[in-house]
């Protein structure tokens, strides 16, 4: 009945391009994760990727899912169809932890 397009990549694209209705859901911003990429093919294949699907999906969806303020204030001017509001599904109290600096610990 619908297709959901899991980010404004590959799978976005391919949902606006399906010609059923579609929704896509922005999770990162693809022109600015490209920045970090630290190999230099790979930032140049992320921003190559990032101009051609990500721009055309964002203009394109007649639904867009975004998951903070920030997505909908990103692409502002750019977005043609209607922002739905949806905030990850995170508690609140994941974000209330308490610092404990330890040699050799990373948080992801």
């Known amino acids: 009945d619908i297709v959901h397009g899991q980010g404004a990549d590959l799978a976005g694209y391919l949902a606006i391009r399906s010609g ?3 929704v896509v859901t922005v999770h ?3 022109a600015e994760c490209a920045k970090f ?3 230099f093919t790979e930032r140049i294949r992320a921003k190559l990727s990032a101009r051609l699907t990500e721009r055309s999906t964002i203009r394109r969806a007649e639904h867009l899912i975004a998951i903070s303020p920030y997505v909908a204030r990103y692409y502002r001017g750019e977005i043609s169809g209607r922002v739905h ?7 609140r109290k994941f974000f209330d932890v308490v ?8 948080l992801y």
């Open 20 to 22: 059923r209705p579609c």
């Open 28 to 30: 990162g911003l693809l």
């Open 37 to 39: 990429q630290t190999n």
């Open 85 to 91: 509001h949806i905030p990850n599904a995170v508690a």
């Open 99 to 106: 610092r404990s600096p330890e040699s050799g610990r990373l």
